[in-house]
């Protein structure tokens, strides 16, 4: 699975939008862009993934760059309860198999008043 | 279920006893999977499923650990003469073969 590399933490104030990069310049054609994220003291909790196309679902935006090299994961409003360690995680997908996810060490993102 | 379940939610155990921690998948999920995480720490992988194989056992850290499968549902992570430092929240995860991978609350192991 291809490395990726997070910011160690950033900050948000609620109600604005929180746009969490993740590099992975290594990644191959057919490994998928995966974001998780775990609140505290919780199970991670599954966001959003995607390929080669931009996606969007009723938690967030995950736009991946042409290349494939980067992504950026996006709260469009954040609010104190998206205060969370963000995992980006680019996983192999096998035909007809899960894809292994090797979590790395996240961004963690405090959003504030 | 509706989600993963994992039990028991915490176990106390002294040093050198077997624990057996339990996971039951959404039905339906084909790939399951174990992680632990240590106080402070970030996810380490330790197993995965495929149905009732296991096509990674890689992250298990010794061969105290092992886990088994059955019937393409349960498994059960065995921990064999715990040690302190196998304290840690394990967690469990299941996914259908493309999709997401939905997580339990995991469970808390102490050895003392």
């Known amino acids: 699975d291809a490395k990726t590399t997070q910011p160690t933490s950033m900050d948000c104030a609620e109600g604005r939008a929180a ?20 609140i505290h003291s919780q199970g991670p909790q599954y966001i959003i993934h995607g390929l080669k ?20 994961l996006i709260l469009p409003h954040a609010t104190l309860r998206d205060t969370a360690v963000y995992y980006c995680i680019a996983a192999l997908l096998y035909t007809g198999t899960a894809s292994k ?13 | 279920g509706a989600g993963v379940s994992q039990s028991p939610s915490n176990k106390v155990t002294e040093k050198g006893k077997d624990v ?6 959404i039905s339906g999920h084909t790939a399951l999977y174990w992680y632990r995480q240590s106080l402070g720490q970030g996810l380490e992988f330790l197993i995965y499923f495929q149905g009732n194989s296991a096509p990674d056992k890689s992250g298990l850290p010794s061969d105290r650990f092992s886990a088994e499968r059955t019937g393409g549902s349960v498994s059960t ?10 304290s840690a929240v394990y967690l469990c995860a299941s996914s259908r073969a493309m999709g997401e991978a939905f997580f339990g609350q995991g469970t808390r192991l102490t050895v003392v």
Request: net charge negative; with cysteine; hydrophobic share 25%.
């Open chain 2, 20 to 25: 057996e921690l339990r996971c039951d998948p």
């Open chain 1, 19 to 38: 746009n969490l990069p993740c590099n992975h310049s290594t990644i191959s054609g057919n490994e998928y862009v995966y974001w998780y994220r775990q």
């Open chain 1, 53 to 72: 196309n931009n996606e969007t679902n009723e938690m967030a935006s995950l736009i991946i760059t042409e290349d494939r090299k980067s992504s950026t």
């Open chain 1, 101 to 113: 996810l090797t979590f790395g060490t996240g961004t963690r993102l405090q959003v504030t008043l």
């Open chain 2, 77 to 86: 992570l065995t921990i064999q003469r715990t040690q302190q430092e196998d």
